[in-house]
């Protein structure tokens, strides 16, 4: 069956960086467009990047443009999001996810 295990959240300073990965198994991985999603305290789900399946295609929200990246390594079936010059409004638990399927979500702390 479809499993997607996020992982690679935690604690950071403003202005650190983190690397979140989600290890991905039980479908062909290299053919679908994979996104990360992002749910902040008392807020509702955020598209926070997409990318498509050859990984040639990417998109990412404004509010994390010029920070974030997406990635994926289709040979080990693994989605990345490197996360730059953090702030504390990314505070959030981040999730991968592919149409009805999502990980269990990684929680990323932006705090001094």
Known sequence: QVQLVDSGGGLVQPGGS?????????????IYTMMWVRQAPGEGLECVSVISPGGS??????????????????????????????KPEDTAIYYCNLDQFWGQGTQVTVSS
């Open 18 to 30: 983190l690397r979140l990965s989600c290890a991905a198994s039980g479908f062909p991985f290299g």
């Open 57 to 86: 295609h990417t998109d990412v929200a404004d509010s994390v443009k010029g920070r974030f990246t997406i990635s994926r390594d289709n040979t080990k079936h693994t989605l990345f999001l490197q996360m730059n010059s953090l």
